[in-house]
């Protein structure tokens, strides 16, 4: 099955800093790669998602850039603020009538310090 | 829409007692998902369904782990009997299959599962 890793498990930056979060996976056949934010005692939630068609995608500040061959993606969040901590988890899915069917990273514990 | 709902958002159990945790997905989704969040294995897919059919339930840790979805707008995760391993946030998850528009999996509050 697909086994997703991501790097670093915790990430300190500054106000305005920006921060990367990398992952990678092990499936060739997934095609669907979202990244969703989960605050603390709350659900998760998708910040961004890209599709194996696409080499790059960017919504304001997030953008997320995706390269199949080496099958890795990665997270930038730009001009960071303090409401951007939180804990990220990237995931592969193999998407067709399986998009929700995702393999979780195991999260990236962002603190952005005022 | 209200989003994904489940029911109860916490439910503290003595071990070997039967706990059922519930979901209802947003309406007009056809694919529900439940997950598993804990420390040591982080968020895991346990089973899913497409249109009331499950798919794979694979993820299922063991026997005593078992789920129905008997129409589109509820679903069911059951544990007969619980162990204090089970201890773990649950949650339930849907999205809509493509052709539907958005294929997002949106995710519920969670359940806070503690078995003492």
């Known amino acids: 099955g697909e086994n997703v890793e991501q790097h670093p498990s915790t990430l300190s930056v500054q106000e305005g800093d920006s921060a990367v979060i990398k992952c990678t996976y092990s499936?060739?056949?997934?095609?669907?790669f979202p990244w969703y934010k989960q605050e603390l005692g709350k659900r998760p939630q998708l910040i961004i998602d890209?599709?194996?068609?696409?080499g790059e995608k960017k919504d304001q500040r997030i953008a997320v850039t995706l390269n199949k061959t080496a099958k890795h993606f990665s997270l930038h969040i730009t001009e960071t603020q303090p409401e951007d901590s939180a804990v990220y988890f990237c995931a592969a899915s193999p998407g067709g009538t399986s998009y929700g069917k995702l393999t979780f990273g195991q999260g990236t514990i962002l603190t952005v310090h005022p | 829409d209200a989003g994904v709902i489940q029911s109860p958002r916490h439910e503290v159990t003595e071990m070997g007692q039967e706990v059922t945790l519930r979901c209802k997905p947003i309406s007009g989704h056809n694919s529900l998902f439940w997950y598993r969040q804990t420390m040591m294995r982080g968020l895991e897919l346990l089973i899913y369904f497409n249109n009331n059919v499950p798919i794979d339930d694979s993820g299922m840790p063991e026997d005593r782990f078992s789920a129905k979805m008997p129409n589109a707008s509820f679903s069911t995760l059951k544990i007969q009997p619980s162990e204090p391993r089970d201890s773990a946030v649950y949650f339930c998850?849907?999205?809509?299959?493509?052709?539907?528009?958005?294929?997002?999996?949106?995710f519920g509050q969670g359940t806070r599962l503690t078995v003492v």
């Open positions: 890209i599709r194996s068609n696409v």
């Open positions: 998850a849907s999205s809509q299959a493509p052709g539907g528009g958005n294929t997002e999996a949106f």
């Open positions: 499936d060739s056949a997934s095609n669907y």
